[in-house]
């Protein structure tokens, strides 16, 4: 029975927790990575007060980190944890051999590449299943670190400061890292699972202590001497690691209940599909979009409350006071939640997925920027083909919603209870066409995207089209065709992240620990 058990996991992980994933009737996978993450949490107090840089040396912090990385993903993925160390190494190879003007390019090549080729496997051989031995998310995520640092070091070490914009002069590397350091960014353990992706700078001054002086701007009036670790106060990062604790606990009531309650692939349901009305198919729909985001919710909070503990993701503090820890956050709920267009929901949903994708692409094009980021960023999610849909469906809605904002938004500004109900018109369309796009995201094959797409007749690709083509002609000037209406042609959509504004750092009431 334990081996016919074992069996039905396929996974070449740790299966000491599968009595745990027996009992739960969870996944082993999930308790594996349940259990990482939570060691991980643990260990990131640990870290922050035992190996403190005022104590411990930076090749101390930078060990631990990259042992404790490297035991997780042996843990969660048993042998398949050679593809990722492999592709570090050959990334590293590459950053200190290869021609300085061309490193970001042969990065790029190959990190992408050995990417796509796993994703490959992946759909070939287990047949759309997120299997255990799906270890493309540590892939991807040190897909983003080894190119983000690769065009950094370029901008750094190769490219004139007078010759980058201001967020490239501020990343930019102008040395090349040691061994050490170059795998304790990619492989340490606050992010190896899950990411987020950080900045290299942010995270070197992390480790050699820097990383919160510096954004409060306070300077020591006298220096230990010890690893360039001025010795003042910090604020402590307990309450947002409590608050987002508790965020943690709130998504998994909610995964267990809800999510379970309304699952996605009812929505292709053969019975439900012929036989329910279609508004009831579209509420459903809606809802278990809904009841999907949870588990997005608890990864990428939890991932981002371990770097806090850590003493990680310090941002600043605003004039009130307020500390703020949400440097390297990858999501933004209440952002996602009330977003009232396409790219509001965009800008506030895997956030540093978008600042890697600006980083390393949007603003680096000065042509097609939009279009290779998108393909960018399909070619980086997999090569299922629900994704690609999701992509593709994802165009016309945001024309369209471009075309609304720019030629019906002025009408509703009058008064606050106008604006008010534009703003519940918007948000509810916003959220209806997000759940329209994003279902192939989940479906992933093409015969289930197509049935769901079916049975809701291609009603937004409809609206959408018709929406851009009738906006763009009745925004036309007379006598002029190249030109909108107040002689200015429309900028690119930018699909990313804008850059947040950076809080102001401050002296006064920082919290202290």
């Known amino acids: 029975m334990d081996e016919l058990t074992t069996s039905s996991f396929k996974t070449t992980g740790s299966k000491w927790l599968l009595p745990v994933s027996d009992f739960f009737g969870f996944p082993l996978d999930q308790v594996n990575f349940l259990a990482c993450q939570v060691f991980a949490l643990g260990a990131s107090?640990?870290?922050?007060?035992?190996?403190?840089?005022?104590?411990?040396?930076?090749?101390?912090?930078?060990?631990?980190?990259?042992?404790?990385?490297?035991?997780?993903?042996?843990?969660?993925?048993?042998?398949?944890?050679?593809?990722?160390?492999?592709?570090?190494?050959?990334?590293?190879?590459?950053?200190?051999?290869?021609?300085?003007?061309?490193?970001?390019?042969?990065?790029?090549?190959?990190?992408?590449?050995?990417?796509?080729?796993?994703?490959?496997?992946?759909?070939?051989?287990?047949?759309?299943?997120?299997?255990?031995?799906?270890?493309?998310?540590?892939?991807?995520?040190?897909?983003?670190?080894?190119?983000?640092?690769?065009?950094?070091?370029?901008?750094?070490?190769?490219?004139?400061?007078?010759?980058?914009?201001?967020?490239?002069?501020?990343?930019?590397?102008?040395?090349?890292?040691?061994?050490?350091?170059?795998?304790?960014?990619?492989?340490?353990?606050?992010?190896?699972?899950?990411?987020?992706?950080?900045?290299?700078?942010?995270?070197?001054?992390?480790?050699?202590?820097?990383?919160?002086?510096?954004?409060?701007?306070?300077?020591?009036?006298?220096?230990?001497?010890?690893?360039?670790?001025?010795?003042?106060?910090?604020?402590?990062?307990?309450?947002?690691?409590?608050?987002?604790?508790?965020?943690?606990?709130?998504?998994?009531?909610?995964?267990?209940?809800?999510?379970?309650?309304?699952?996605?692939?009812?929505?292709?349901?053969?019975?439900?599909?012929?036989?329910?009305?279609?508004?009831?198919?579209?509420?459903?729909?809606?809802?278990?979009?809904?009841?999907?985001?949870?588990?997005?919710?608890?990864?990428?909070?939890?991932?981002?409350?371990?770097?806090?503990?850590?003493?990680?993701?310090?941002?600043?503090?605003?004039?009130?006071?307020?500390?703020?820890?949400?440097?390297?956050?990858?999501?933004?709920?209440?952002?996602i939640e009330t977003a009232t267009s396409f790219k509001k929901f965009i800008d506030n949903w895997n956030i540093q997925t978008g600042v890697w994708l600006k980083t390393v692409c949007y603003d680096r094009d000065p042509r097609y920027p939009t279009a290779l980021t998108f393909i960018l960023s399909a070619l980086w999610h997999g090569v299922y083909p629900g994704y690609y849909f999701t992509f593709i469906t994802a165009i016309p809605i945001t024309l369209a919603a471009r075309a609304v904002r720019k030629n019906v938004r002025q009408y509703f500004l009058s008064s606050h209870p106008v604006k008010l109900v534009y703003d519940v018109v918007t948000w509810a369309a916003t959220q209806l066409c997000i759940c329209y796009t994003v279902m192939p995201f989940l479906l992933l094959a093409v015969e289930p995207t197509m049935q769901y797409y079916r049975s809701m007749y291609f009603h937004i690709h409809i609206i959408s089209i018709l929406t851009v083509i009738v906006l763009s002609q009745s925004h036309k000037p007379r006598g002029s065709s190249s030109s909108s209406s107040n002689g200015t042609k429309p900028g690119p959509y930018d699909p990313h992240p804008q850059a947040q504004p950076q809080l102001q750092p401050s002296n006064n009431n920082v919290k202290r620990k």
Request: charged share 15%; hydrophobic share 45%; with cysteine.
């Open 45 to 335: 107090f640990w870290f922050r007060l035992y190996l403190n840089p005022q104590f411990s040396s930076p090749v101390v912090r930078h060990a631990v980190a990259t042992l404790f990385g490297l035991s997780f993903v042996i843990f969660c993925f048993g042998w398949y944890a050679v593809h990722i160390s492999v592709l570090v190494m050959v990334c590293y190879r590459i950053l200190v051999t290869a021609d300085i003007h061309n490193i970001h390019r042969y990065t790029m090549i190959m990190a992408v590449s050995y990417l796509a080729v796993c994703q490959v496997s992946r759909v070939f051989i287990y047949n759309y299943g997120i299997l255990s031995t799906d270890f493309s998310g540590p892939l991807m995520i040190i897909t983003q670190k080894t190119t983000m640092l690769a065009f950094q070091v370029h901008d750094g070490m190769c490219k004139k400061r007078e010759d980058l914009t201001a967020n490239q002069r501020l990343h930019a590397v102008d040395s090349k890292p040691s061994l050490i350091e170059y795998l304790s960014y990619n492989l340490n353990f606050l992010s190896i699972l899950v990411g987020p992706c950080s900045h290299y700078k942010d995270y070197i001054d992390f480790i050699e202590g820097r990383h919160i002086q510096r954004r409060l701007r306070r300077l020591s009036a006298s220096n230990t001497g010890q690893n360039g670790y001025d010795k003042v106060s910090e604020p402590s990062p307990m309450a947002a690691v409590t608050r987002k604790l508790l965020i943690c606990g709130v998504c998994m009531v909610l995964f267990l209940t809800l999510t379970k309650a309304f699952p996605v692939t009812y929505n292709v349901d053969s019975h439900f599909v012929n036989e329910a009305p279609f508004l009831t198919r579209l509420t459903y729909a809606f809802f278990s979009i809904q009841a999907a985001r949870p588990k997005f919710y608890f990864a990428w909070t939890l991932a981002d409350a371990i770097n806090n503990a850590a003493g990680y993701g310090f941002k600043g503090v605003d004039e009130a006071g307020q500390v703020s820890w949400d440097l390297i956050s990858n999501i933004s709920i209440w952002g």
